[in-house]
């Protein structure tokens, strides 16, 4: 017995979750990161709770939207069964994404200067070729004075801004067509745009979770997404201009 399409039969929870998030964004009390003796508070409850959800579920689209195949790869399933219940986990986690996304986008319209510290800056050119030049072991470079995140995830996040846009806005669409009637046309345009924004996040999702996770230089702000917290001596190596931002150098000395 074929089980039901979650994109059929509770439809009504794609719409619903950007207004949870929304909802949630403006229930949350946001708390500013500050130097606490020999650690510096990084990312509070609401910054953990966006992550998560957005990188969660981002990870378990990318994977349900693979084995269910692109626009331009075949199909890691092939029965009926095996596609239906892809495509119910793939809705499980558009209702986690969507919520972490606009929990995420109306947190930064009710502070816009959350936003701004993601945008690169001038130094992100120079800035981004020393901090890989360190991490390949290219020898006669200095760690520049870096702010909250580095210049170059500043542009790698960019690239993710762009494929989060691009995902949801053809995603929703898609959702759409499931009741109503879509010119096959427009179907034809927003199938491999779709896809090809995909791609682009499992470039970026793969790269943040290898600089972000795997390499051990990004283990202590990868503990500070469950804990909150980094120490003073990371933020010193790592961050010292976030750290001058935070009034640390000038109290300090």
Known sequence: MRESLLFDSATWLIW?????????AGLSKRRDPAVEGDRVFRHDVPARITHWTHGIGT??????GIALGLFFTPALVERAQGVWTWMNVHFVFVVMFLFG?????????LAAHRFREHLPTSNAI?????????????????????????????????????????IILTGLVKVAAHALDMPAGLMGVITPLHDIATVAMLAFFLAHVFFAAVLPMSWPVLRSMFTGYVSLEHAKHEHAGWLEELGYAKADE
């Open 59 to 64: 990870m378990m689209l990318l994977i349900s």
């Open 101 to 109: 996304t606009f929990y995420y986008g109306a947190n930064t319209l």
């Open 126 to 166: 120079d800035y981004t070729k020393r901090h890989y030049g360190l991490l390949l072991g290219f020898k006669k470079l200095t760690f520049p004075p870096e702010a909250k995140y580095f210049e170059s995830e500043k542009m790698a996040y960019l690239l993710a801004l762009a494929s989060t846009v691009v």
């Open 16 to 24: 619903f979750a950007p207004f949870v998030g929304v909802l949630a």
